[in-house]
């Protein structure tokens, strides 16, 4: 199976905390994404991050706002994905 | 007296085998002498003449036809060849693609490091994607242990190791660790294997990682 680059939205965070509320977050209410490693294309730091499709960024702005989960940056890079 | 000189045809061997002739010819001599070595490519020759300039002769060679070289490493006195040295040399071909690696990575447990078990099952989700990023997969991943819990159904890396699977990675789940975690039945992604192929698979590695 092949693998991409393909656009990616990478949420990062101020702490690990914040991201694993992300996660709780979006969890509940069904908004798309996954947990990563923060890529080097964005930080040189070392951290979880929030990886959705750079179309879903309002939606995650929004959700990440009401429920008080503070984001330290919202970053499109291309990362690899499989292509089935 | 005259010196000896001893003839070698290695046309037609494949590396490392005129070398090792040669240099057990060399060792053969005893005394001054020259070996001269037939053959028929032009890393042969590099490589002989790095081995008897490496044991202080002189070397010299010739193209003597369009795949065709002489060798000729001359000793100008005994050359001290350890017992066991013909057998260790190794081939070197200048500008050839390196041999391919062979990682396999040894997953044992559903968390990384210790410490926390919520952040080590983040971190160990965070390796298993890490894995899809890299230039080069690895050649196998096997799970054992816990790790068997993460190519079951429910995992949350199901996705990343499906998507590595589909890309050539052998993915290997311990079928003793299945049956002891009650899941043999929900293993959703790879093979169920034995822990002789799991022995074969970590001693047959250039690279074990486990995180």
Same mark, same amino acid.
């Given at each position: 199976?092949?693998?991409?680059? %393909?656009?990616?939205?990478?949420?990062?965070? #101020?702490?690990?905390?914040?991201?694993?509320?992300?996660?709780?977050?979006?969890?509940?209410?069904?908004?798309?994404?996954?947990?990563?490693?923060?890529?080097?294309?964005?930080?040189?730091?070392?951290?979880?991050?929030?990886?959705?499709? #750079?179309?879903?960024?309002?939606?995650?702005?929004?959700?990440?706002?009401?429920?008080? %989960?503070?984001?330290?940056?919202?970053?499109?890079?291309?990362?690899?994905?499989?292509?089935? | 007296?005259? /010196?000896?000189?001893?003839?070698?045809?290695?046309?037609?061997?494949?590396?490392?085998?005129?070398?090792?002739?040669?240099?057990?010819?060399?060792?053969?001599?005893?005394?001054?002498?020259?070996? /001269?070595?037939?053959?028929?490519?032009?890393?042969?020759?590099?490589?002989? @003449?790095?081995?008897? /300039?490496?044991?202080? =002769?002189?070397?010299?060679?010739?193209?003597?036809?369009?795949?065709?070289?002489?060798?000729?490493?001359?000793?100008?006195?005994?050359?001290?060849?350890?017992?066991?040295?013909?057998?260790?040399?190794? =081939?070197?071909?200048?500008?050839?693609?390196?041999?391919?690696?062979?990682?396999?990575?040894?997953?044992?447990?559903?968390?990384?490091?210790?410490?926390?078990?919520?952040?080590?099952?983040?971190?160990?989700?965070?390796?298993?994607?890490?894995?899809?990023?890299?230039?080069?997969?690895?050649? @196998?991943?096997?799970?054992?242990?816990?790790?068997?819990?993460?190519? =079951?159904?429910?995992?949350?890396?199901?996705?990343?190791?499906?998507?590595?699977?589909?890309?050539?990675?052998?993915?290997? @789940?311990?079928?003793? =660790?299945?049956?002891?975690?009650?899941?043999?039945?929900?293993?959703?992604?790879?093979?169920?294997?034995?822990?002789?192929?799991?022995?074969?698979?970590?001693?047959?590695?250039?690279?074990?990682?486990?995180?």
């Amino acid at each position: 199976m092949a693998r991409v680059r %393909v656009p990616s939205l990478v949420v990062s965070f #101020p702490t690990t905390a914040a991201a694993m509320a992300c996660e709780e977050c979006c969890g509940r209410r069904g908004l798309p994404g996954r947990m990563i490693p923060l890529p080097g294309e964005v930080s040189a730091g070392c951290g979880l991050a929030w990886k959705a499709s #750079p179309g879903d960024r309002d939606a995650l702005a929004t959700a990440l706002a009401d429920d008080g %989960v503070p984001v330290e940056a919202m970053t499109v890079v291309e990362l690899l994905e499989f292509v089935r | 007296m005259a /010196e000896t000189t001893l003839t070698i045809d290695a046309r037609g061997e494949a590396c490392p085998i005129p070398v090792v002739r040669t240099l057990k010819a060399l060792g053969a001599l005893a005394g001054p002498g020259s070996v /001269e070595t037939i053959v028929d490519n032009e890393i042969a020759v590099q490589n002989l @003449t790095r081995m008897g /300039e490496g044991k202080g =002769c002189a070397v010299s060679s010739e193209r003597t036809g369009e795949k065709e070289w002489h060798v000729t490493v001359t000793a100008s006195e005994a050359v001290v060849v350890a017992s066991g040295e013909p057998e260790a040399v190794t =081939c070197d071909v200048p500008g050839a693609a390196p041999a391919p690696r062979n990682v396999v990575v040894a997953i044992t447990a559903e968390t990384m490091g210790t410490g926390d078990d919520v952040l080590g099952r983040k971190l160990m989700g965070s390796f298993i994607y890490s894995l899809t990023q890299l230039d080069e997969l690895p050649a @196998t991943i096997v799970l054992y242990n816990g790790g068997a819990h993460l190519s =079951c159904e429910g995992s949350p890396a199901l996705d990343d190791l499906r998507g590595l699977a589909e890309s050539g990675v052998e993915v290997l @789940t311990c079928g003793t =660790c299945l049956d002891h975690y009650g899941i043999a039945d929900t293993l959703a992604v790879g093979e169920v294997t034995n822990m002789y192929v799991i022995a074969q698979r970590l001693t047959g590695a250039s690279l074990v990682v486990r995180p």
